[in-house]
């Protein structure tokens, strides 16, 4: 059995408010904070990545993610440069 979803994992989008057509599908991310529970989705985390495409069609580093859109990468998927970007968006 996997462990849940919690702030600090690497994700991959595999779904969004378009289901399987959406801008953010295929991108990496990383679990920030939750911001609660969804009548109809679930838990919905904060995540950060580069070119998130947010609810509202705004472009960034941030978007909310229900967690059965997001599919958990294995800790030694993550490559030193993707290590880098995590260090630096912490600061």
Do not use: Y
């Not at 979803?5 to 939750?34: F, Y």
Request: charged letters at 25%.
């Amino acid at each position: 059995m996997s462990e849940p979803i919690k702030t600090g994992d690497r994700c991959e989008v595999i779904a969004g408010a378009l289901g399987r057509e959406g801008p953010n599908i295929g991108k990496l991310v990383t679990v920030g904070s939750l911001r609660g529970e969804h009548s109809e989705h679930g838990r919905i985390w904060r995540c950060h990545g580069e070119g998130l495409v947010t609810e509202f069609g705004g472009l960034g580093t941030e978007a909310d993610f229900a967690q059965s859109w997001l599919r958990k990468l294995p800790p030694d998927t993550v490559g030193p440069a993707e290590r880098e970007q995590d260090l630096v968006a912490s600061r």
